[in-house]
């Protein structure tokens, strides 16, 4: 038997090209990969934990009836944890999440139903890449209806496939030391620094004090440890498909054999999403080490603007890049900075932020921008109250 992990391999086809543009415009079959379908008290606190949000707004019945909600929410990425994505196409392709682009409409309340549907909206390529050779990128949008039908947020997500052989040799060329040396005054100063962020929550942040510049975080994140991957798993962060167990793994397994690889430690199937988890996987992937998930990112990006704008702020929209890989044992710090105010369309207050994420090695893991709504003293507007109105 091998002593390491073998994941399926296949090159890039005209025929295999000519089947995925014969899905473009298809909406998909996601059961397999749904997590969460009501936002239940339990299912809105373990998302906060597997994300680490401490926001009292999501997690305290009785502070959330204090404020404009007048009940429980659940965090504007709550519904990541509904529905993130799935493995489709391409089969044998090694594949990562490159970058998202999220938009949110109303709110998720306590006992709301959410439904998703995804989209595949085609790919671009076949092209050459410094890192595999040839790729492609795959496009998917996602959409979130409430009970009442409406639509409370909208993801459109790309994925980078590509010849997972010729990506395993290339990114042998790349040395980091891993896992990250850190020092017991480093981490003394890191754990200091997470326990001493804390959420504006009630404050209001009207848009009439924010200038221009303002800065917003930092957010620590790490260092990142096993747990915290099973955490966001446990949460229904992205699995996909679900994780399952004995036979009703082995069936899924059997019924497509690209899901799974066999771990050579203990003879087990394992899911190929055990990258973010399982060191095998992830050296199999071609990578040194295990390392987050996309959509993860994304959800610590929102953290830091829900901690920053308070309970009367609402997130309109949140761009993402995904950039190197954020390995166990590193230190993320999320930040942003205001970059300009505006009146929109619908005369609401809003602000445009860029943000960064940079790890300890100084790289910016994550790039971004996000607009948010603010209550305005002046216009006497409240971005949430609005989004509240109509709800049936």
């Known amino acids: 038997?091998?002593?390491?992990?073998?994941?399926?391999?296949?090159?890039?086809?005209?025929?295999?090209?000519?089947?995925?543009?014969?899905?473009?415009?298809?909406?998909?079959?996601?059961?397999?990969?749904?997590?969460?379908?009501?936002?239940?008290?339990?299912?809105?606190?373990?998302?906060?934990?597997?994300?680490?949000?401490?926001?009292?707004?999501?997690?305290?019945?009785?502070?959330?009836?204090?404020?404009?909600?007048?009940?429980?929410?659940?965090?504007?990425?709550?519904?990541?944890?509904?529905?993130?994505?799935?493995?489709?196409?391409?089969?044998?392709l090694g594949s990562f999440h490159a970058n998202s682009e999220l938009t949110f409409h109303r709110p998720v309340l306590l006992g709301d139903t959410v439904k998703a549907t995804c989209t595949y909206e085609g790919f671009d390529g076949p092209r050459r890449s410094s890192f595999a050779d040839m790729m492609v990128v795959d496009h998917f949008r996602n959409r979130y209806r409430n009970q009442f039908g409406d639509l409370v947020a909208e993801i459109h997500w790309t994925v980078v496939n590509f010849e997972r052989q010729r990506g395993k040799a290339k990114s042998k060329e790349r040395s980091v030391e891993l896992p990250h040396p850190w020092t017991d005054a480093e981490l003394e100063a890191i754990e200091r620094d997470v326990l001493a962020e804390q959420p504006r929550a009630g404050e209001p942040r009207w848009f009439e004090d924010v200038l221009v510049g303002d800065e917003?975080?930092?957010?620590?994140?790490?260092?990142?440890?096993?747990?915290?991957?099973?955490?966001?798993?446990?949460?229904?962060?992205?699995?996909?498909?679900?994780?399952?167990?004995?036979?009703a793994s082995l069936q899924a397994y059997r019924a497509h054999?690209?899901?799974?690889?066999?771990?050579?430690?203990?003879?087990?199937?394992?899911?190929?999403?055990?990258?973010?988890?399982?060191?095998?996987?992830?050296?199999?992937?071609?990578?040194?080490?295990?390392?987050?998930?996309?959509?993860?990112?994304?959800?610590?990006?929102?953290?830091?603007?829900?901690?920053?704008?308070?309970?009367?702020?609402?997130?309109?929209?949140?761009?993402?890049?995904?950039?190197?890989?954020?390995?166990?044992?590193?230190?993320?710090?999320?930040?942003?900075?205001?970059?300009a105010k505006r009146i929109g369309d619908q005369g609401e207050a809003l602000v445009d932020i860029e943000t960064w994420a940079h790890n300890q090695r100084d790289q910016d893991v994550m790039p971004g921008k996000a607009t948010i709504a603010l209550p305005s003293r002046e216009r006497g507007t409240n971005p949430v109250s609005r989004r509240l109105d109509g709800r049936r």
């Open 1 to 92: 038997m091998a002593d390491t992990a073998e994941m399926p391999q296949a090159t890039l086809t005209d025929e295999m090209i000519e089947a995925m543009k014969a899905k473009i415009g298809v909406d998909l079959r996601i059961d397999h990969s749904t997590n969460n379908e009501v936002a239940t008290r339990l299912a809105i606190g373990r998302f906060a934990d597997g994300i680490g949000d401490t926001n009292p707004l999501w997690r305290d019945e009785a502070y959330a009836a204090g404020t404009v909600y007048g009940g429980l929410p659940a965090p504007p990425s709550f519904v990541i944890c509904c529905y993130a994505g799935l493995q489709f196409g391409w089969p044998g």
């Open 216 to 247: 917003l975080g930092p957010l620590t994140k790490g260092p990142i440890g096993t747990t915290d991957e099973i955490a966001f798993v446990a949460s229904g962060g992205a699995p996909i498909p679900r994780l399952a167990a004995h036979r």
């Open 257 to 339: 054999p690209a899901w799974a690889f066999r771990d050579p430690d203990t003879m087990a199937l394992e899911p190929i999403y055990a990258v973010h988890y399982n060191r095998h996987a992830a050296r199999a992937m071609g990578v040194a080490m295990q390392y987050d998930v996309g959509f993860q990112r994304q959800c610590w990006h929102i953290h830091l603007l829900t901690d920053w704008m308070g309970d009367d702020g609402w997130v309109v929209a949140a761009d993402a890049q995904y950039r190197s890989f954020v390995f166990l044992s590193d230190v993320i710090r999320i930040g942003g900075r205001v970059v």
